[in-house]
């Protein structure tokens, strides 16, 4: 299994945005952003646990409102991840 140095695992994020299809774009895009931004050296520290923050978010299925939910259940993580990719780009 593929990991980043903070233990962000790559495969599993990778797996959940497959499992989703088609159906967030948005969701999909803002992720693999937060698994770029991870690698850049330039990108602060606390900009960074912002990510993983957010990327454990994404990857738990029992979060504020459960990813079972149909249309509604990935609301919660796309919330989330965007408004942590939002900080990067205040930089």
């Given at each position: 299994?593929?990991?980043?140095?903070?233990?962000i695992?790559?495969?599993?994020?990778?797996e959940?945005?497959?499992?989703?299809?088609?159906?967030?774009?948005?969701?999909?895009?803002?992720?693999?952003?937060?698994?770029?931004l991870?690698?850049?050296?330039?990108?602060?520290?606390?900009?960074?646990?912002?990510?993983?923050?957010?990327?454990?978010?994404?990857?738990?299925?029992?979060?504020?409102?459960?990813?079972?939910?149909?249309?509604?259940?990935?609301?919660?993580?796309?919330?989330?991840?965007?408004?942590?990719?939002?900080?990067?780009?205040?930089?």
């Amino acid at each position: 299994m593929s990991s980043y140095h903070s233990g962000i695992p790559e495969d599993e994020i990778k797996e959940k945005l497959r499992q989703l299809g088609g159906k967030a774009y948005e969701l999909y895009e803002a992720v693999m952003t937060l698994l770029r931004l991870l690698k850049d050296p330039d990108t602060p520290a606390w900009l960074k646990a912002l990510a993983i923050a957010a990327l454990l978010y994404f990857l738990c299925p029992t979060d504020a409102v459960p990813d079972m939910i149909p249309y509604v259940g990935y609301g919660d993580d796309l919330a989330i991840v965007l408004g942590v990719v939002a900080k990067f780009h205040d930089l």
